[in-house]
């Protein structure tokens, strides 16, 4: 598999040196980190003596930050150990371990689902990068209070708690992303129960939040007592019915994620039915970055959603090694696109702007007017993961 991947992006690679004068796909890459390592030293050079807290993103010429109990806290963490892992600058190092201390207290939180957000991105990335047997301690107690949110009758992670005059049992497309966390934790205790209630969750998904195209609500509503979905609708996307980008993209990642870690045949197609159902949309930005729903005016002025495309990038080049070539391939040139487009100067900031954030124009919730065409911490956190991918299987 190794090789034939080798083979698959070096034939992507040698495309782009003969087509037009681009740079190679290794050298655009290469930069790209470079930049990322410059960028992110001065982010944890500003935040360093602010005790406790972490970038949230960057809006109207002001940094915007959160403490640790904001479902993003774990990604700047997450970003600096992608540094470290392509620079192995002690610096960052230190960095990274400052920063992911300050979400440790998060593998107690019981009271909402992305806890595997927080803490695998970064003490999952952590404990990769050093084996440091704490960070194991901290992603154990972790799953299990993810697991407390899971409840038998309705077979998956509850989402969220409020709203309860609307919602029974809400669980958005998000939480397939918080599944690893489980899985992981259940490989490392031998916990089995934990590995069965990512899979339920997984499967329940799959049934209920999308539709016959492959593309996905945001939100689904159990009952509590009969397990069924009472609600189908969106929190963040145009309408009901619309396609957000970055729930589909969440959607992707969380299923080539699980076919990873499962060898499921039944995940793998589903990936790769919303993988045809994004590269093949209509309303496809032709640089690969997606407006911010799927059904929003294709216009100029829409915003776009860099997350999304970050996000969707990252999946696209695992997913290539689990398909056959020509399909691999086709999902490397769409990823290629995406990464080509991230690191270039219309997404990329100058050292030094930006707040400190790599990557400008994301979207967070367009529907409430909050972190529209603004930086923010996953966006950075999955390119850096995307551009990482590449660089493995640039490796021979």
């Known amino acids: 598999m190794k090789k034939f991947l080798t083979y698959t992006l070096l034939g992507v690679l040698l495309a782009g040196c003969a087509g037009g004068g681009r740079e190679p796909l290794e050298t655009v890459v290469d930069k790209a980190l470079a930049g990322a390592e410059r960028q992110t030293l001065l982010m944890a050079e500003k935040y360093s003596a602010r005790e406790g807290r972490l970038p949230r993103t960057w809006e109207n010429g002001e940094d915007v930050s ?72 901290v992603l154990l107690t972790g799953a299990r209070s993810l697991a407390t949110r899971f409840k038998p009758e309705v077979g998956l992670i509850r989402s969220w708690d409020h709203n309860r005059d609307k919602w029974q049992y809400p669980v ?77 993209a969440w959607g992707l990642y969380g299923y080539t994620c699980m076919y990873r870690l499962t060898g499921d ?36 002025s829409t915003p776009r959603d860099a997350s999304a495309a970050a996000i969707m990038a990252s999946a696209l080049v695992e997913l290539s090694g689990f398909v056959p070539a020509a399909e691999g391939e086709r999902y490397m040139a769409f990823a290629e696109k995406q990464i080509r487009t991230l690191a270039s100067p219309e997404y990329t900031a100058p050292a030094g702007e930006n707040g400190g954030f790599i990557l400008r124009h994301s979207t967070g919730a367009y529907p409430f007017s909050s972190e529209v065409d603004v930086p923010l911490t996953y966006a950075d956190y999955y390119y850096l993961e995307a551009l990482t991918r590449i660089k493995r299987r640039l490796q021979p």
């Not at 031998?190 to 593309?215: E, I, Y």
């Not at 039944?266 to 799927?294: C, K, S, T, V």
Request: charged share 25%.
């Open 66 to 137: 959160s403490d640790s109990r904001w479902w993003c806290s774990g990604f700047f963490p997450g970003v600096l150990w992608y540094v470290y892992e392509n620079g192995r600058n002690p610096r960052v190092l230190k960095y990274a371990r400052m920063f992911t201390a300050r979400v440790e207290r998060e593998k107690h939180t019981t009271d909402n689902h992305d806890v595997g957000f927080m803490l695998y991105c970064s003490f999952g990335n952590g404990l990769r990068l050093t084996g440091d047997k704490s960070y194991e301690e």
């Open 265 to 300: 045949a039944r995940y793998l197609e589903q990936a790769r039915g919303i993988a045809g159902f994004l590269i093949n949309h209509r309303n496809m930005p032709a640089d690969g970055i997606p407006y911010w729903d799927f059904d929003a005016p294709a216009l100029a």
């Open 172 to 248: 958005i497309i998000d939480n397939m992303m918080n599944l690893e966390l489980l899985m992981w934790a259940a490989d490392r205790s031998g916990d089995k129960s934990l590995r069965d209630m990512a899979v339920s969750h997984a499967d329940k998904t799959l049934k209920h939040h999308f539709r016959p195209d492959f593309s996905s609500c945001h939100l689904v509503s159990y009952d509590t007592i009969s397990g069924q979905p009472h609600l189908k609708q969106t929190h963040q996307g145009l309408s009901d019915s619309s396609a957000w980008s970055r729930g589909q």
